[in-house]
């Protein structure tokens, strides 16, 4: 089996997180899920490996994200 990284679309992220479209988008938006990832000009992905990241772990995410912020800047 090959330890490659796969891009995953929409259908398959709200399938596997059980989350509505209107709410993934909102915690893009709030940092407390993955962005997604441009692959072509109409199309985006997102990392399968970071969509199975906050699959194991929802509560921490954006908390972690947040906590590499730089000093002095706050976090959105």
């Not at 709030?30 to 990392?47: C, K, L, N």
């Not at 906050?54 to 995410?61: F, G, L, Q, R």
């Amino acid at each position: 089996m090959s330890n490659t990284e796969r891009i995953i679309r929409l259908k398959t992220v709200l399938a596997r997180t059980g989350l509505s479209r209107s709410t993934l988008y909102r915690k893009i938006a709030e940092g407390t899920f993955p962005a997604q990832v441009r692959i072509s000009i109409h199309g985006a992905g997102w990392h399968e490996s970071a969509v199975n990241g906050w699959i194991a772990d929802p509560v921490s995410y954006g908390r972690s994200q947040s906590a590499m912020q730089p000093s002095g800047q706050a976090a959105v």
